[in-house]
């Protein structure tokens, strides 16, 4: 139960009084819109990383059928017990790709997780760099076709005036 001091001092945080004693309301207090994460793009984030865990745990494997095979043994059977329990609505393996990602880099090791890391950093890498030496060739191309273009006009043109 609130007294009647507590009272008035919550409600004196809500409005105040001028000189004339006419009660003035303090504004609303402003929203940083760019701080409000809606759902969506929750959601958006969250799959994009999900599908990058999962690219990581494809590129981990790979590494440890190379590298340890019994550390690999051990990580799949630790992605399908995090499956199992999240399947069980176990309350730790709600979110499952929290649940695989803390679990295989304790059961791997930072090193093991850092080398596939790098790995997939370095894939990354190299795609953007595929993908722009692609883009710059498409560019080149159409450049020449334009060229080649513009030099054939340029040759009927001067053709057509020795004509006349």
């Known amino acids: 139960m609130t007294s009647p001091m507590q009272h008035q001092a919550s409600a004196a945080a809500v409005t105040t009084t001028d000189a004339k004693c006419t ?4 504004k609303p207090r402003q929203i940083n819109v760019t701080a409000i994460v809606t759902n969506a793009t929750r959601t958006k984030r969250n799959k994009v990383l999900r599908i990058k865990l999962f690219v990581l745990v494809r590129i981990l494997f790979r590494y440890l059928e190379k590298v340890d095979v019994v550390m690999l043994d051990l990580a799949k059977e630790i992605l399908k017990d ?4 999240h399947n069980t609505k176990d309350s730790k393996y ?7 990602a803390d679990r295989l880099r ?15 950093k370095q894939l ?12 710059l060739k498409e560019r080149n191309a159409f450049k020449e076709r334009n060229n080649r273009r ?3 006009f340029f040759r009927e043109l001067v053709l057509y005036e020795a004509k006349q």
Do not use: M, S
């Open 23 to 26: 009660p003035v309301t303090t």
């Open 82 to 85: 995090c499956e199992r329990k």
């Open 94 to 100: 709600e979110t499952l790709a929290e649940a695989i």
């Open 106 to 120: 304790d059961a791997v090791g930072e090193a093991h997780w850092t080398n596939a890391w790098k790995i997939q």
């Open 124 to 135: 990354v890498a190299d795609q953007r760099r595929r993908k722009v030496n692609a883009a």
């Open 150 to 152: 513009l030099r054939a």
